[in-house]
């Protein structure tokens, strides 16, 4: 499996890792370096590399995705109030249900490819959606969204107001006040928490670098490519295809058990559709195929998610002041419809920005640039090359 | 009996604004090829044309009141519309009062000039693209189109009413012989029949005029037609206008059903989508069957009987129609060969 894997892949990971590890100093100058967004960061580029796996090699594009965040992350909290706060078997159980979810949307979804499969995959995501606000209730405590209480004192508490945590009571660990995510002791809040999530977030992109490696990511780049001649040449393609969608549902429940860990709440607006269209975004943002995009994706609309719908008119008077009054007034003007609550219009205009003018992301566009800078030099490797061709 | 009646009548209101959605989708699909998660958006806009128009109409001035006084005895300022002024206050009454079927007028000519706007401007680069490139660069749109709104009519949603003549409810029971116990709101009668009217109508402009049968030529087969020296690209994009202002009329009439706001569009599409789907991709007769009849499964599924044997079923029963009909008819009920096929 390891085999595989290059020098270059290697180093990429090295460098991967120093990057997202040094990141709260790294952000410090652009003013992104605190936990929350920084959590954010690294669970959104979990979700966007399993995204990928799906979308990248494949080319089938889900619009369910966000179902399986809901589902990892009611599973993560149920695991905080029956088990323990302990965040081990949080993650393990929901990656486990994330799973099982994705293999039964899988097995039915896949049958259809195309057009037919984003609106099955969105019609099972709406479903859950639906189910958890109405009759899953019970389960989901519906629009107030399940949290994590005190332990209850009587039985005839009901599980949502009053939690159980079997085996913090068993190994008797003492709680005082909201309880509080932990790993064997360690809070999982603040800059903990995204070591972990960051710690997640390498580990992901380490196997989804052998993913792609592998001879699996091949054969799923092979479906992308032509369904058709695989079909002929007598393979069968679908257990791969299930496999991905798996695989990236099982990211996608462990990016909801993190937001559960770092925020011990679990609503089921993070099920709806426009979630799924957020991860489509990141993705094709930082290149839809490669490894680095989907993080790079995440991290720059997280980013800007927080910073533009921060902004307000008075900042952006501050920004323009060097410009003459009128200039500055109108740009005020027009600029002040994209920020703070206008975020989400900023969101749609980059999204078609992206899709018309740079299909490939911003790591197609990097390509671009360093192949116009290093045109001099590529020219005279390929003379080199085609000089070399007929001593061989 | 009573009640089974009474759910058809409930799911037909529903139903035929679903399937004016869906009608104008699988139209763009079966002419130019395009899925544009944009037309749920242009049934929110539609909506907001009959509150624009309700707006507009309003426009007052102030002036000083001759017959009103406060309490010290000086003249009260009032807001008089300038509809009153001009026309006297029973056309202005009577204006206010049908704004929302006049605001059909405004729908199809606003929703006409956009939707031909965003086919020349947008749609046309995108014809020999991927559909995954399609639906998202739609998706943006309809993410802009919405933000707009919100920032211009707030994020609540705005009652618009029907014209006082169908205020109220029909007996509509005791029109077929059942007795007084099936009454229906006249207004989502009148829904339906317009919805209905719509339908007719867009069918037979496609099967009874020349410039349909160019359109439904093309849709079988677009080179044939290009050869025949016929510029097919601009029937197409009339075709697109055409879509646009059938889901603008479909807002604009449902406002009085359901308080547009700005998301309406949204939550639209996905159904209309799922109505698509299950109609079979480019078949209009499809869309509009199963645009009926995914409405009329829903109010079932929500009546309480049914809810009581299976919690939930009205959340997701069209999902889940959707999901069985994909499963066991590929092409849907009436899909034809070859369209819509990898």
């Known amino acids: 499996m390891f085999s595989s894997l290059s020098r270059n892949d290697w180093l990429l990971l090295i460098v991967f890792s120093a990057i997202v590890l040094v990141l709260p100093w790294a952000l410090q100058p652009i003013g992104a370096a605190y936990p929350d967004l920084l959590q954010k960061f690294a669970i959104f580029g979990i979700f966007a590399i399993g995204f990928n796996i799906l979308f990248g090699l494949t080319g089938y594009l889900s619009f369910g995705h966000a179902a399986f965040i809901g589902v990892g992350s009611y599973v993560a909290v149920w695991s905080f109030k029956l088990l323990t706060m302990n965040v081990i078997p949080a ?80 190994f008797g660990i003492p709680e005082v006040g909201v309880p509080i995510t932990n790993l064997f002791g360690m809070k999982m809040s603040g800059y903990p928490g995204f070591y972990f999530c960051a710690v997640l977030l390498i580990i992901c992109f380490f196997i989804a670098m052998c993913i792609t490696k592998s001879n699996f990511g091949m054969m799923l780049k092979a479906i992308k490519s032509n369904q058709n ?37 679990a609503g089921a607006e993070r099920m709806q559709w426009t979630a799924s269209g957020e991860v489509v975004l990141m993705t094709i943002l930082g290149g839809a195929g490669t490894l680095v995009g989907p993080v790079l994706g995440a991290g720059l609309i997280k980013y800007a998610e927080q910073k533009v719908s921060s902004w307000n008119e008075g900042i952006l008077h501050n920004a323009l002041s060097a410009l003459p009054d009128g200039v500055e007034d109108f740009l005020v003007g027009l600029f002040s419809f994209f920020v703070g609550e206008g975020w989400h219009l900023t969101l749609g205009f980059l999204f078609m920005v992206i899709v018309i003018f740079l299909p ?17 030099n590529s020219s005279k490797a390929s003379g080199s090359k085609t000089v070399s061709q007929p001593a061989e | 009996m009573d009640a089974i009646f009474l759910q058809i009548l409930n799911g037909l209101d529903k139903g035929g604004a679903y399937a004016l959605i869906a009608l104008g989708l699988t139209l763009v699909f079966g002419t130019l090829g395009v899925v544009n998660f944009a037309h749920g958006a242009l049934f929110m806009l539609g909506a907001f044309c009959a509150v624009t128009l309700h707006r507009i109409l309003n426009i007052s001035f102030e002036r000083v009141s001759e017959t009103q006084k406060d309490f010290l005895g000086n003249p009260l300022k009032e807001q008089v519309p300038y509809l009153q002024e001009w026309f006297g206050p029973q056309v202005s009454e009577f204006l206010l009062d049908w704004s929302v079927p006049i605001s059909i007028l405004l729908a199809i000519i606003v929703m006409g000039i956009i939707g031909v706007v965003m086919e020349r401007g947008l749609i046309k680069h995108f014809y020999k693209r991927p559909h995954a490139d399609q639906i998202l660069v739609t998706f943006g749109l309809a993410i802009i189109l919405q933000e707009i709104v919100r920032h211009y009519f707030g994020a609540n949603p705005i009652p618009q009413s029907a ?44 099967q ?3 410039f349909g049968m160019v359109v439904r030529a093309g849709m079988q087969d677009r080179e044939t037609v290009g050869l025949l ?35 309406m569009g949204m939550d639209f599409l996905v159904l ?30 929500s009546m309480n009987e049914v809810k009581s044997i299976l919690p939930g079923i009205d959340q997701i029963i069209i999902y889940l129609v959707a999901v069985i009909v994909l499963l066991t008819l590929p092409r849907g009920l009436m899909g034809r060969k070859g369209v819509m096929e990898d």
């Open chain 1, 91 to 170: 993650v393990i159980l929901s990656v486990g249900m994330a799973a099982v979810f994705a293999f039964l949307i899988g097995y039915v979804s896949l049958r259809r490819s195309g057009i037919y499969f984003s609106i099955l995959t969105l019609a099972f995501a709406q479903m859950s959606y639906n189910l958890a606000y109405s009759v899953l209730t019970p389960i989901t405590n519906g629009e107030t969204g399940l949290q994590v209480r005190a332990i209850r004192q009587t039985a005839e508490t009901s599980l949502r107001d009053g939690d159980v945590r079997v085996i913090d009571q068993l």
């Open chain 2, 229 to 263: 020296g016929i510029n097919i690209q601009r029937r197409f994009t009339v075709v697109f206008g055409l879509a646009a202002a059938v889901a603008g009329v479909a807002g604009a009439m449902y406002t009085p059903i359901l308080p547009p706001d700005y998301h």
């Open chain 2, 208 to 210: 009874f005029t020349t």
């Open chain 1, 229 to 265: 001649r695989l079909n002929y040449t007598g393979i069968h393609t679908r257990p791969y295809l299930i496999s991905a969608f798996v695989i990236s549902g099982m990211y996608a429940g462990l990016a909801g058990s993190l937001l559960a860990i770092t925020d011990p709440i």
């Open chain 2, 163 to 206: 014209p006082d003549v169908f205020a109220g409810a029909a007996n509509v029971g005791n029109w077929v012989g059942l007795g007084d116990n099936v009454i229906y709101p006249w207004w989502r009668l009148v829904y339906f029949m317009f919805s209905a009217l719509v339908i007719f109508g867009v069918f037979a402009f496609l």
């Open chain 1, 360 to 376: 490939g992301g911003l790591m197609e566009g990097a390509r671009r640039i360093r192949a116009s800078f290093g045109r001099d």
């Open chain 2, 272 to 301: 209309s989508f799922v109505v698509v789907v299950v109609g079979g991709m480019g078949s209009l007769a499809g869309a509009v069957l199963a645009g009926f009849m995914l409405g009329i499964l829903q109010s079932f599924a």
